[in-house]
Every structure is written in structure tokens, then in C-alpha cells.
């Protein structure tokens, strides 16, 4: 509960529609992955793009989270078998934790 009571807008509130409208958005343009349910089609690589630009999008509402996520990455998703997994549920849990924070907190 930590990390969600850590969310901020741009505007320094905790209004989540913010969070939740800028998802929705990147959702709609498939960026940063968080639109695809089978990232499974996509390189290594772009995981990787995918990955970190979910990371960026997700310290601009959770400042000072990315690292812990960034540091914690494998102990979080433990049953990951590679980078590649590890991402692609980082990825899953940043929409989720936005989704949950919406429907719980706003």
C-alpha cells in the first residue's frame, strides 16, 4: 500500500484520473507495451524499449519508485525465468498497479 499511497499527479495532488487517463493513452497508441497483451511477438530488444519506458512513465507518478522497482526487479518477479520475463511482468505490473490504484483510491 506503500507505493500507492507514493502516487502523484504532475500537479502535486493524488488525483488518479491523471495516471489513469495518461495510461489510457499510451494504451491506445501501443506504447511502451502496455497495450499488448502477447508481448510474446516482440524482440528482445523492444521488450527491453518497452521496459524502460514504462519505468519512466511510471517515476513520473511514482518518484523515486523506478529504482526500487529497477533494483528489486528479480526478487519481485522471482518466478520469471529471464530478463525478457522479468520485463515483460514489470510492464504488466505497472498497468495493474495503475488499474488498482484507480479503482481503489480515486
Known amino acids: ?5 507514493a502516487y502523484q499527479d504532475l500537479d502535486g495532488e ?12 499510451l494504451k491506445s497508441r501501443h506504447a511502451v507495451g502496455l497495450s499488448a497483451n502477447d508481448l ?6 523492444t ?13 513520473i507518478y511514482f518518484p523515486g519508485w523506478k529504482e526500487t522497482l529497477k533494483q528489486n526487479r528479480q526478487q ?3 518466478a520469471a525465468q529471464s530478463d525478457r520475463q522479468r520485463n ?5 505490473w505497472i ?7 484507480w479503482h481503489l483510491l480515486s
Open 47 to 59: 521488450i527491453l524499449d518497452f521496459c524502460t519506458g514504462a519505468l519512466q512513465f511510471f517515476e
Open 14 to 25: 493524488s488525483n488518479w484520473s491523471h495516471v489513469y487517463r495518461d495510461l489510457a493513452q
Open 95 to 101: 498497468d495493474n498497479l495503475i488499474q488498482i490504484g
Open 40 to 45: 510474446d511477438s516482440f524482440d528482445d530488444n
Open 76 to 78: 519481485i518477479f522471482s
Open 1 to 5: 500500500m506503500q507505493i500507492l499511497n
Open 88 to 92: 515483460c511482468e514489470l510492464i504488466h
